[in-house]
């Protein structure tokens, strides 16, 4: 990683950096860690989704980064404010994970897999493609996005560090 500043991205918030800073997360359990990057521009925004969809709640959303359908679309205008074309982004994607074991089946109560499905869908939409992720599983993760190698550091719990 770089010798500059780690920006650090709360969940439900979102946040763009340049090389030599890099951007973190902590807390992806099932919420799911979106990067979108520019690798040409070392240019990079970090949002961390906490729910698959915004038209679920039953007020009108105020935290367009909680929300996969709303964040993503927020994230992109970020970045192009930022100069950044959207056809050369990329993404990386990390966390959705199923945190807790459930004696029903209810979809509802899967919001891992439902965020990485809603990410995946908004992403889809916005023509931007994945270039890897570190999804699933039962462990939360940290991640770490450096701008200049675009290499995204994912820390596993119990899992050690893996580099996507």
């Given at each position: 990683?770089?010798?500059?500043?780690?920006?650090?991205?709360?969940?439900?918030?979102?946040?763009?950096?340049?090389?030599?800073?890099?951007?973190?997360?902590?807390?992806?359990?099932?919420?799911?860690?979106?990067?979108?990057?520019d690798e040409r521009?070392?240019?990079?925004?970090?949002?961390?989704?906490?729910?698959?969809?915004?038209?679920?709640?039953?007020?009108?959303?105020?935290?367009?980064?909680?929300?996969?359908?709303?964040?993503?679309?927020?994230?992109?205008?970020?970045?192009?404010?930022?100069?950044?074309?959207?056809?050369?982004?990329?993404?990386?994607?990390?966390?959705?994970?199923?945190?807790?074991?459930?004696?029903?089946?209810?979809?509802?109560?899967?919001?891992?897999?439902?965020?990485?499905?809603?990410?995946?869908?908004?992403?889809?939409?916005?023509?931007?493609?994945?270039?890897?992720?570190?999804?699933?599983?039962?462990s939360g993760r940290t991640i770490e996005?450096?701008?200049?190698?675009?290499?995204?550091?994912?820390?596993?719990?119990?899992?050690?560090?893996?580099?996507?």
């Amino acid at each position: 990683m770089g010798i500059g500043t780690v920006v650090k991205v709360g969940i439900a918030q979102m946040d763009v950096v340049t090389t030599p800073n890099t951007i973190r997360t902590s807390g992806l359990g099932s919420c799911v860690g979106v990067v979108l990057y520019d690798e040409r521009k070392k240019i990079a925004g970090l949002i961390h989704v906490m729910l698959p969809d915004s038209t679920l709640g039953k007020v009108v959303p105020g935290n367009v980064a909680k929300f996969a359908d709303t964040g993503i679309e927020a994230m992109i205008e970020l970045l192009l404010k930022q100069g950044v074309q959207k056809f050369s982004l990329k993404a990386k994607i990390a966390g959705g994970a199923q945190m807790f074991k459930f004696s029903s089946d209810q979809s509802s109560m899967r919001i891992g897999p439902r965020n990485v499905e809603a990410v995946k869908q908004a992403l889809r939409k916005s023509g931007i493609r994945i270039t890897a992720e570190d999804t699933g599983g039962s462990s939360g993760r940290t991640i770490e996005f450096d701008p200049e190698t675009s290499k995204l550091m994912v820390r596993t719990v119990n899992q050690g560090v893996s580099e996507i």
